[in-house]
């Protein structure tokens, strides 16, 4: 089966850090790019980031842009999120995804889902 | 404000048809591939169309998509209240190079 699983979510005071992680389990892991979408309280979806296959293209919204860095480990089947200068509004259930396509030039659609880790920012 | 426009709720009768719009522009719908997802109260985001009209395997067939220029569409045949749940599209932004959601459609079964 395939899955997602997140962890490292929890409290950072504002200007804060934290780092998320997502370990895949069931795919290919190095052959699909894979993102992180967001989910404030009671609100839409967000997509934050995404990563391509081999980790060598990476794209952000222009919201996190300069303050969280995506990355990946392939041999660890694992992708990361490290966010800084955290602010209350980044407050929110953070999924990762997995891209329907591995192409890596630009983001297909996702086809599998985590179920979340929240982050809450406040002080 | 969501670079995808989508009408905050529709609604019918259980049996009946519903439609939903999803509205872009040039450098996301009319030029890239549409994903439209499903999400349950409580739960995370499930795939339902792709590549504008494609069923992953497990969606049923009452669900629909299309696509004409600058807005897609979403339709739901033979509506049940399980279909009860917020539905979003989403699409690569080639201008922005960023994928972008809708604000998203809530669907009520009346």
């Known amino acids: 089966e395939v899955q997602l699983l997140e962890s490292g979510g929890g409290m950072a005071q504002p200007g804060g850090s934290l780092r998320l992680s997502c370990t895949g389990s069931?795919?290919?892991?190095?052959?699909?790019?894979l993102s992180w979408v967001r989910q404030a309280p009671g609100k839409g979806l967000e997509w934050v980031s995404g990563?391509?296959?081999?980790?060598?293209?990476?794209f952000y919204a222009a919201s996190v842009k300069g303050r969280f860095t995506i990355s990946r480990d392939n041999s660890k089947n694992t992708l990361f999120l490290q966010m800084k200068s955290l602010r209350a509004e980044d407050t929110a259930v953070y999924h990762c995804?997995?891209?329907?396509?591995?192409?890596?030039?630009?983001?297909?659609?996702?086809?599998?889902w985590g179920q979340g880790t929240m982050v809450t920012v406040s002080s | 404000q969501s670079v995808l426009t989508q009408p905050p709720s529709v609604s019918a009768a259980p049996e009946q048809k519903v439609t939903m719009s999803c509205s872009g522009s040039?450098?996301?719908?009319?030029?890239?591939?549409v994903s439209w997802y499903q999400q349950l109260p409580g739960t995370a985001p499930k795939l339902l169309i792709y590549d504008d009209s494609k069923r992953p395997s497990g969606t049923p067939d009452r669900f629909s998509g299309s696509k004409s220029g600058t807005s897609a569409t979403l339709g739901i045949t033979g509506l049940q209240t399980g279909d009860e749940a917020e539905y979003y599209c989403g699409t690569w932004d080639s201008s922005l190079s960023a994928y972008v959601f809708g604000s998203g459609t809530k669907v009520t079964v009346l």
């Open positions: 040039s450098s996301n719908v009319e030029n890239n591939y």
């Open positions: 069931g795919f290919t892991f190095s052959s699909f790019a």
């Open positions: 995804a997995k891209d329907v396509y591995g192409s890596g030039s630009y983001l297909d659609g996702f086809n599998v």
């Open positions: 990563i391509s296959g081999a980790g060598g293209r990476t």
